[in-house]
């Protein structure tokens, strides 16, 4: 099974800030015959379902906003927040779907400083 | 607009049985692969199970593997999942969610969840 790690667990950043945070897989979930990095990230808010914002590593979901990016391949994932808004606190997740079981990191609290 | 519910939740004693629904709508149901995910209370999200768009292909998480089976009823656009054995650790909210088109092993859609409780 590929095991997700996230880090950090929490994070606080003062509004306007760059918020990161990073993924690693315990092994490569980069697909070698269309070079597609199978890796998602996901925001939830208390009381919601997750909410997919990236796919493919890097590629934005429709409506998402442009402050929202990811990048990364193989087994090191980022995902950037360029300048942090109240509305973006929340847990974030970054999910492999490479291989069966399709596992979820653990999770990162982001807060306001 | 795509809306999926789910329903058939609730409070359960260990070994027994539950079997929980999602009905979806607001798009073409037998065109999409559907998961169920769950979250236990506090914890990261846990990937259960997939079924095909039509119903052939069927995945299980190993923690569910033999106790649960996932099916849908595409004339019915409904999902459903029949939970046997069950146990205190399968305590979650249990979501279904769409395997996005083009990725379908990311989800782009989920419900608002239905809780089960195992316990005596």
């Known amino acids: 099974d590929i095991v997700m790690t996230q880090s950090p667990d929490s994070l606080a950043v003062s509004l306007g800030e760059r918020a990161t945070i990073n993924c690693k897989s315990s092994?490569?979930?980069?697909?070698?015959?269309?070079?597609?990095?199978?890796l998602a990230w996901y925001q939830q808010k208390p009381g919601q379902p997750p909410k997919l914002l990236i796919y493919?590593?890097?590629t934005r979901e429709s409506g998402v906003p442009a402050r929202f990016s990811g990048s990364g391949s193989g087994t090191h994932f980022t995902l950037t927040i360029s300048s942090l808004q109240a509305e973006d606190v929340a847990v974030y997740y970054c999910q492999q779907y490479y291989s069966t079981p399709y596992s979820f990191g653990q999770g990162t609290n982001l807060e306001i400083k | 607009q795509v809306q999926l519910v789910e329903s058939g939740g609730g409070v359960v004693q260990p070994g027994r049985s539950l079997r929980l629904s999602c009905a979806a709508s607001g798009f073409t149901f037998s065109d999409y692969a559907i998961h169920w995910v769950r979250q236990a209370p506090g914890k990261g999200p846990e990937w259960v199970a997939v079924?095909?768009?039509?119903?052939?292909?069927?995945y299980y998480a190993e923690s569910v593997k033999g106790r649960f089976t996932i099916s849908r009823d595409n004339s019915k656009n409904t999902l459903y999942v029949q939970m046997n054995s069950l146990r205190p650790e399968d305590t979650a909210v249990y979501y279904c969610?769409?395997?996005?088109?083009?990725?379908?092993?990311?989800?782009?859609?989920w419900g608002q969840g239905t809780l089960v409780t195992v316990s005596s």
């Open positions: 079924i095909s768009y039509d119903g052939t292909n069927k």
């Open positions: 092994q490569s979930i980069l697909y070698s015959s269309n070079n597609k990095n199978y």
């Open positions: 493919w590593a890097s």
């Open positions: 969610a769409r395997g996005k088109a083009g990725a379908t092993m990311s989800f782009d859609y």
